[in-house]
């Protein structure tokens, strides 16, 4: 619901409260007094309600700034889109999930090097948009309220967490390795925090590799582990887990973050070699995966919020494009929805995804896309957002950041 659909709401209950002229004068004054003192208890009540609310269940994130209620919360509309905005100015969101961060990314060369920079479109819980801020990197926590960011050329010495509704900092976490990436747990009471040697994102002069044959800056992997801090008193425990290879001492990719398992008691990290994860537990030993977790690990959306269904890959076959929905514990396809690549749950029965425009859509992955909102076994399609270009420069190109409302 917009702020436009509140205000019409409140004229209308105004309205709907307010009596007919009665006969009587004194009819009339005797029943002002008593609609306004059944207000002014009802917002006693609502006042008393809230403090106690607050006091049994104060958020555990971002103490600061919750005099004022959160824009996702204030708009608890199940579909909230702009087809006409891209990237977005104004919050996205659909069932349970919200468009929390987007982050489009332009290349610097000095001295030869090139490095991938970050710039974000922050979600203003104060004002529901998008603001631009220049985080090296940022996860947003469940609920929507905190971020966690880094800081200056990465790696970084601390985690800041940032309130979405003050846009201050309520504190930082000194880290004792340096880190490039950090991830909420599920519960957000926990991050698991990537830490490397060398900022992944710079591509070294001193170290080329041969593009398209032509010699170009080339990326050094630098992975030395991951860190799992708690949240409320900071304390942190780093663990050792340098960087995968083939066997011959090739990798894949030189950031190769850490993220959690679907119900927050593993972290894992992908590549681009078998077993294209793995996982770890929070004592840092090598643990088995989840049965459930193996069938599309390159998908952004994973398992959906109860466990029963899997997001799968493109599966398009000639001018039909697709993304499977799989069972995931066998990895047998169920059913498939008409979109490209799938990014988030918005419940049970519905994802945000990647689709291409139909006039430029041949089945092939072209990047003229749009989020879309599917619902399983419809055909029903939603657009959230308009449609990106395939440029890497801003505003054109963005990768949407989701997190629960």
């Not at 209950?13 to 004194?26: G, I």
């Not at 996205?92 to 982050?103: E, P, R």
């Not at 170009?216 to 860190?227: A, L």
């Not at 998908?299 to 799968?312: E, F, I, M, R, Y």
């Amino acid at each position: 619901m917009n702020v436009e659909e509140l205000v019409r709401d409140a004229f209308r209950e105004e309205a709907a409260d307010t009596p007919h002229a009665s006969p009587s004068l004194v009819d009339r004054v005797l029943d002002v007094r008593r609609r306004i003192r059944r207000r002014r208890l009802a917002s006693l009540a609502a006042a008393t309600a809230a403090a106690v609310a607050l006091t049994v269940a104060l958020p555990l994130l971002g103490r600061g700034g919750h005099e004022v209620r959160p824009a996702s919360e204030m708009n608890r509309s199940d579909i909230i889109g702009h087809p006409d905005q891209s990237p977005p100015k104004t919050m996205i969101a659909a069932g349970d999930t919200v468009l929390s961060a987007f982050v489009t990314k332009w290349v610097k060369q000095p001295d030869g090097d090139m490095v991938s920079q970050r710039v974000y479109g922050l979600l203003d819980q104060k004002k529901g948009t998008y603001e631009k801020t220049e985080w090296a990197f940022l996860d947003v926590a469940p609920g929507s309220r905190t971020a966690a960011v880094l800081e200056g050329e990465l790696p970084a010495r601390r985690i800041g967490l940032l309130d979405l509704i003050t846009g201050k900092v309520d504190r930082w976490i000194a880290l004792d390795q340096g880190v490039a990436s950090v991830a909420f747990s599920p519960d957000g009471t926990k991050l698991v925090a990537t830490t490397y040697a060398k900022n992944p994102d710079r591509r070294l002069a001193a170290h080329p590799e041969i593009v398209d044959g032509r010699k170009t800056p080339g990326p050094v992997p630098s992975r030395t582990g991951f860190t799992v801090v708690d949240v409320e008193s900071g304390r942190s425990d780093w663990h050792k887990a340098p960087y995968s290879t083939d066997g011959t001492g090739w990798f894949g990719n030189a950031r190769e973050d850490f993220d959690w398992s679907h119900e927050g008691t593993l972290v894992h990290s992908d590549s681009v070699m078998k077993p294209f994860r793995a996982y770890y537990g929070l004592d840092g030993a090598k643990a088995d995966g989840p049965k459930d977790e193996q069938g599309s690990p390159s998908v952004a959306a994973g398992l959906s919020p109860d466990g029963k269904l899997s997001a799968g890959d493109f599966a398009g076959f000639g001018s039909t494009v697709a993304a499977a929905i799989l069972d995931p514990h066998t990895g047998r396809r169920v059913t498939t929805v008409p979109v490209q690549q799938l990014l988030a749950w918005a419940d049970n029965k519905r994802l945000v995804a990647w689709g291409c425009d139909p006039k430029r859509c041949s089945g092939k992955g072209e990047f003229h896309n749009q989020l879309l909102l599917v619902t399983i076994g419809t055909d029903r399609v939603v657009q959230l957002s308009g449609f990106r270009k395939a440029d890497a420069a801003y505003p054109g190109r963005w990768t949407p950041v989701f997190s629960s409302r």
